[in-house]
């Protein structure tokens, strides 16, 4: 009962927000539009997204723009559910916050590392990371180089790592986007225990466990057929987590010596049903079909709990991707089929 009377007016909201999301059909619909300006109409007549695009001017639909204001309509909807949290849940969407400062830091290593012409155009996250983050864009956008943007990032918990890294020889962007993301699952991983108690501390769990064990499983995949990197190497992609699959088991996935070797080795694992590498789906479909089926599993089995909210935050942001990807691809010409085909998946 002290979970459904928390969680009550948290569940209301989100499943008023979730009723808004774009639908299968919908998607069918936009895959069959001719230009953006067509898409960005579409969206104002027949999604949550009329108030963000209402702000966006017409003469200027480059995709940058258009993935600016829809990732405002995120943060707003972070912010709705903010509000609706106790201290407690506040938490835990704290937690999850880390994943869009990742995504920040990421953006402006490769800002500065390809050294653009217009180096930062950040202000439109400016309110959402001023109200729940340590990260001052201010002094991000001030940086020139790598050293200058981790200094920006002094009296932040991103600060020490990358300090680490900066300090040793020949470092690129992909080794900034690799510390920054062993160090987020890797501290994830720990605070959860800190933030979360009993029945809402395994959910988490296995959702972060699973999720862990799916990217260290698309990585060794990626790494196996497009690069043919030596098992050592890969090693040191992989976060040192280990949820249902074993030490062994990636060991036997790390070092296979052909194909065969290793889809004898991924079939082992209790995620093999989901990757079915057969499908004409990419590893990032894949991927997002398989935590969607985790994700709504839990809210069906505990739909009061932190999965209600684990749950939306994924699907929203799967629906930012799909859109972004059917925009590009209808800005080059692809046909409804081909559209479909880039976006997969499913959206609710």
Not at 174 to 190: A, E, P, R
Not at 282 to 308: F, G, K, W
Not at 320 to 347: F, H, M, N, Q, S
């Amino acid at each position: 009962m002290g979970n459904l009377l928390v969680y009550s007016g948290i569940v209301t909201k989100v499943r008023a927000m979730e009723a808004r999301l774009l639908k299968p059909e919908q998607f069918e619909e936009i895959a069959n539009l001719h230009n953006v300006p067509e898409v960005v109409s579409y969206l104002m007549e027949n999604s949550s997204y009329t108030d963000v695009l209402d702000e966006i001017d017409e003469a200027r639909l480059h995709r940058g723009d258009i993935e600016k204001i829809l990732i405002q309509s995120l943060y707003q909807d972070y912010t709705k559910i903010y509000r609706f949290c106790s201290l407690e849940q506040r938490k835990f969407l704290q937690l999850y916050l880390k994943r869009y400062e990742v995504d920040l830091i990421n953006y402006c290593f490769r800002i500065v590392i390809n050294h653009y012409a217009e180096p930062f155009d950040l202000n439109y996250k400016k309110p959402f990371f001023d109200r729940y983050s340590r990260i001052s864009i201010e002094k991000l956008i001030t940086s020139r180089t790598t050293d200058e943007l981790v200094e920006n990032l002094k009296g932040t918990e991103y600060y020490e790592p990358l300090k680490k890294l900066r300090d040793t020889q020949s470092i690129t962007l992909f080794d900034y986007d690799l510390t920054l993301d062993l160090y987020y699952f890797s501290t994830v991983w720990k605070e959860r225990k800190k933030v979360l108690k009993k029945k809402e501390l395994e959910i988490f769990t296995r959702d972060c466990g699973a999720k862990i064990d799916m990217l260290n499983l698309q990585w060794i995949y990626r790494a196996k057929r497009y690069y043919d990197m030596a098992p050592a190497d890969i090693y040191s992609l992989l976060v040192p987590i280990h949820y249902k699959i074993s030490t062994d088991l990636v060991k036997e996935m790390v070092e296979s010596s052909n194909k065969e070797e290793f889809y004898s080795a991924m079939r082992k694992t209790s995620y093999s049903r989901h990757y079915d590498f057969g499908q004409n789906l990419t590893i990032e479909q894949m991927y997002a079909e398989c935590l969607y089926h985790l994700y709504t599993v839990d809210r069906r089995r505990n739909p009061y709990s932190i999965a209600t909210i684990n749950t939306y935050l994924f699907l929203k942001e799967e629906e930012l991707k799909k859109l972004t990807t059917a925009i590009e691809c209808i800005r080059y010409g692809l046909t409804p089929g081909e559209t479909l085909a880039y976006v997969g998946g499913r959206t609710q």
